[in-house]
């Protein structure tokens, strides 16, 4: 009782109160703790639950597609190099040895003349060639850096799986297997870019005319020296690893072959197998006549 006569339970009361209130509040702030922490938990297993169904999902929709799409495709033999797609894909075939690709990756680990004398077409003539090729020309210190698929091709003689292949002295060459009555066979003289001589012989003056020369051929418009009467002559230029300089051919404009030539090539470039002759001032100016076209490739019959 307070000295006025008045009681204190109602201060008793409020003082209880506000604890009670606190308590409680207390309570209501820990609970909301734990349920924010609980969500947080939820959320992280919901998100880790999402990404791991996507993931399955993922992976199940490639192995239908891959399932669905298998026939579709004739499974390659694995290799180093990979094969391009051949144009006899439609027709399958029964291969009496290797295919083309582990063919190519033979012809290049093998070490000696024996293993590759295996891997090649017409080894009795081209044999003595690649023997010399590897033991005393560019093939001595080569070796195969990068390897990139070309295409394949049907020209009515060979169908041909081609691989462009850069050396270890920056200079690129053509890998090409051809398929020989069911057999993968690496075709040396488009390899080793053979001819019936040397371009030092042709560049030099030693030799006048040579057959079967493998160059680059594009289109030209230069008339000059020799070579000035437009009407008479078509120009091209031909290019080949073996020289740093392009050389001018001219073949006669009454050739059909060679007005077909221009056409093909367009404003590109082609693989061409030739025969050429020196003029009668000699080859200061790296002009020759075209005599021949064995054949718009390096692989020849």
Known sequence: MHRNGASNQPDVTSLRYNQFQKRRNRQKAKHQAEREKLNQVLTRRLLWISFILLIIGFISIMFIFKWQY????????????????????????????PQPSE???RFLTARTHEERLR????????????????????GKDEKVINSKIIASSDDGNFITDRFELTMNDGLPRMLCIVHC????????E???????????????????????????ISNNYYYNFSFTDETKWISFLAKTPESPNSIHLY????NQAFLDLKKSIGTGTMTCTISIEATSEGTPHRQFILSELTAKDWVTP
């Open 70 to 97: 298998a026939d579709d495709d004739i499974s390659a033999t694995p290799s180093k190099l990979q094969p391009a797609i051949t144009l006899s894909n439609s027709k399958p075939i029964i291969w009496d040895g």
């Open 103 to 105: 063919v190519a990756d």
């Open 119 to 138: 891997w090649i077409r017409r080894p009795e003539q081209v044999g003595p060639i690649m023997k010399k090729f590897f033991a005393e020309g560019a």
């Open 181 to 188: 009555d069911g057999r993968a066979l690496v075709d040396f």
């Open 190 to 216: 488009s390899y080793a870019r053979c001819g019936s001589a040397t371009w030092d012989e042709i560049l030099s003056g030693k030799v006048n005319k040579a057959e079967r020369m493998r160059v680059f």
């Open 251 to 254: 073949g006669s404009s009454d």
